[in-house]
T-cell receptor, first 114, second 109 residues
Framework: SAVISQKPSRDICQRGTSLTIQCQVD?????MFWYRQQPGQSLTLIAT?????????ESGFVIDKFPISRPNLTFSTLTVSNMSPEDSSIYLC???????????FGSGTQLSVL | QKEVEQNSGPLSVPEGAIASLNCTYS??????FFWYRQYSGKSPELIMS????GDKEDGRFTAQLNKASQYVSLLIRDSQPSDSATYLC?????????FGKGTTLSVSS
């Protein structure tokens, strides 16, 4: 299994500002992902965080809005840039220990944008 | 576009009954299938994984997979009020998992 620490757990931000979310895993993992869960919705994949290279973004998500860093195999950050109220959501870091196996999730970051 | 479809519910069952949750998926080459439970305000937690056609049982939970029909289900026997949550179906599609919108289950005592 994997223990994932995600912070902050929640934040209230002003429109136009940026927030960086950190994800720390207790072991080296190959695959790390960032998901978004909007109110009352399911999880939507934002991007795959690649160690040492640019993240791979899903359709509808762009690097300028959601820059991601992955400096090593245990840590990643997601920044939500130039925030608007539509960015209010839960952001979840997740890791996969082996291909095609289950994902482990961090505790999530509840973001509210005013 | 790869899709995972679930009935949103709510599905209401009395305590002790069997709850049946269903999911269909669009990508025929999917190889791994998961059911997650999510309580309000919490992260998803894995309940069951299934990779081969047929049934897989774990305690009160049974996952069923039919790849020909692109269908996966979750049965919860002897439902308890603590089972009240949203159940997310997730399908392995090459890289990260694709999630359905979830089915809300309510178990009344």
């Amino acid at each position: 299994s994997a223990v994932i620490s995600q912070k902050p757990s929640r934040d209230i931000c002003q429109r136009g500002t940026s927030l960086t979310i950190q994800c720390q895993v207790d072991s080296q993992v190959t695959m790390m992902f960032w998901y978004r869960q909007q109110p009352g919705q399911s999880l939507t994949l934002i991007a795959t965080a690649n160690q040492g290279s640019e993240a791979t973004y899903e359709s509808g998500f762009v690097i300028d809005k959601f820059p991601i860093s992955r400096p090593n195999l245990t840590f990643s950050t997601l920044t939500v840039s130039n925030m608007s109220p539509e960015d209010s959501s839960i952001y979840l870091c997740s890791v996969e220990l082996r291909a095609n196996e289950k994902l482990f999730f961090g505790s999530g970051t509840q973001l509210s944008v005013l | 576009q790869k899709e995972v479809e679930q009935n949103s519910g709510p599905l209401s069952v009395p305590e002790g009954a069997i709850a049946s949750l269903n999911c269909t998926y669009s990508d025929r080459v999917s190889q791994s299938f998961f059911w997650y439970r999510q309580y309000s305000g919490k992260s998803p937690e894995l309940i069951m994984s299934i990779y081969s056609n047929g049934d897989k049982e774990d305690g009160r939970f049974t996952a069923q997979l039919n790849k020909a029909s692109q269908y996966v289900s979750l049965l919860i026997r002897d439902s308890q009020p603590s089972d009240s949550a949203t159940y997310l179906c997730a399908v392995g599609a090459g890289t990260a998992l694709i999630f359905g919108k979830g089915t809300t289950l309510s178990v009344s005592s």
